[in-house]
């Protein structure tokens, strides 16, 4: 098999792991639960610009310490449902400002297609939008080396109340152009 074939056959196979866990997570994620993770406080002082201290939101961040934990259990369990090295993050509309997410836990490698580091809120890529409108399940892969496949999380009404990321890194093999 050519290179890039092969290249082109394990980008197909990591996908399709992702996808199966992804599909896991739509199952296993309690949306209830997940909507209780970050307070009212912390979703207050997230728009709250202080000007003496421009990072005071991040450092009140504040969660459901029991909540946050059985959620972020959850997500490093799916994480473990992979053949090889991903996360599953938890992503969350933002009700007080239409079309923002926030990343409300992520996960052990710190892996993620979207998010800036130090962001609490920003813009829901096209990708997120599509997945909290229509409850369907989407890949991305426009970071070389990332490939990420984004699937809804329901609460018990059924209501799309955010979203997961099951996102993995693609390992070049060093070997591969001197066989």
């Not at 949306?31 to 005071?56: H, I, S």
């Not at 504040?62 to 799916?78: E, H, S, Y």
């Not at 993050?89 to 926030?102: E, I, R």
């Not at 426009?142 to 993995?168: F, I």
């Amino acid at each position: 098999m050519a290179p890039l074939a092969a290249a082109a056959a394990r980008a197909q196979d990591r996908e399709a792991e992702l996808r199966r866990v992804a599909r896991v997570a739509t199952v296993m994620m309690d949306g209830d639960e997940c909507k209780r993770v970050v307070t009212p406080r912390a979703l207050a002082a997230m728009f709250a610009e202080n000007p003496k201290d421009k990072w005071a939101a991040s450092d009140d961040y504040n969660v459901d310490a029991p909540t946050f934990i059985r959620v972020k259990k959850t997500l490093i369990r799916l994480s473990r449902l992979a053949p090889f090295p991903c996360d599953v993050n938890l992503w969350l509309p933002l009700a007080a400002k239409p079309g923002k997410v926030h990343i409300a836990i992520r996960n052990a490698n710190e892996l993620s297609q979207f998010w800036t580091w130090g962001a609490l809120h920003q813009d829901a890529h096209p990708a997120m939008k599509t997945v909290l409108e229509t409850g369907g399940i989407q890949a991305v892969s426009e970071k070389p080396g990332l490939t990420s496949v984004l699937a809804p999380v329901y609460d018990s009404l059924g209501a799309v109340v955010g979203l997961v990321e099951v996102v993995a890194r693609s390992k070049p093999d060093t070997h591969e152009n001197v066989r």
